[in-house]
């Protein structure tokens, strides 16, 4: 099997050799780019199978790169883990809901890096799940085509919407989404959906799933996520 191609596109020639090691040894093929500009041209020549994309780059912007990649349907199935320095929660989000699939904070462990990648190329061989199929995660059953979720054997009583919530973030364990995010895809018949809304149903969801409402995380000025 041909190496996965993994393109890094980040100024700082210290993170950027942390990442050729670290991904090197694992097997995967590095390629760089510099700036932006490099880095646009090269995902849309190579189509790699996963960006690292710098968000503070000189030239355009990373954001502005995430966005290109993502509206362009040449490159809008590539995989992109956004690198942001700390205290860049803004521009994740931002970041999260241009299309990014996860983000890692600078400066972060090779451990982390691996992990993270891993996580994200599995994840995108796997997005073909079908979304009316029954799932399970950790000791929760859902089916949605009866609209049931089982938290071991016994049956909860969910709202449409914590439905809705629950089983989008069933079905993406690991990642995160933003409030908004969540709100675009539960757009609730019930009743309008808002960000601050989707902090109670979660907080009502976490109550019905009882001991197991760690199921459930908050990732700290991000959004929420299903425990991988
Ligand atoms: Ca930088």
């Not at 809008?76 to 931002?94: C, F, K, L, M």
Request: aromatic content about 6%; some cysteine.
């Amino acid at each position: 099997m041909a190496k996965e191609q993994i393109l890094v596109v980040e100024d700082e020639e210290e993170i950027v050799e942390l990442i050729d090691y670290n991904l090197g040894r694992e097997g995967f093929k590095i390629e760089r780019a510099t700036t932006g500009e490099d880095g646009l041209a090269i995902a849309r020549s190579l189509k790699p199978d996963l960006i690292l994309l710098d968000i503070m780059l000189p030239g355009i912007h990373g954001l502005d790169v995430c966005r290109s990649l993502k509206s362009d349907p040449n490159t809008s199935d590539i995989p992109v883990i956004i690198i942001s320095a700390r205290g860049e929660e803004t521009d994740v989000v931002t970041g999260l809901e241009l299309g990014a699939d996860d983000y890692m904070t600078k400066p972060f462990s090779p451990r982390v890096l691996v992990a993270r990648t891993r996580a994200v190329l599995r994840r995108k061989k796997e997005a073909a799940i079908d979304e009316t199929s029954a799932l399970n995660v950790h000791e929760l059953r859902i089916n949605p085509g009866k609209h049931e979720v089982f938290l071991k054997e016994n049956a909860l009583s969910l709202t449409a919407t914590e439905f809705r919530i629950l089983h989008f973030l069933a079905r993406h364990p690991g990642w995160v989404f933003t409030r908004q995010q969540i709100v675009d895809t539960v757009h609730g018949e019930d009743y309008p959906v808002t960000e601050r809304s989707i902090d109670v149903q979660i907080a009502g969801l976490r109550k019905k799933l009882g001991e197991s409402s760690d199921y459930i995380e908050t990732v700290r000025g991000i959004g929420y996520r299903m425990k991988e």
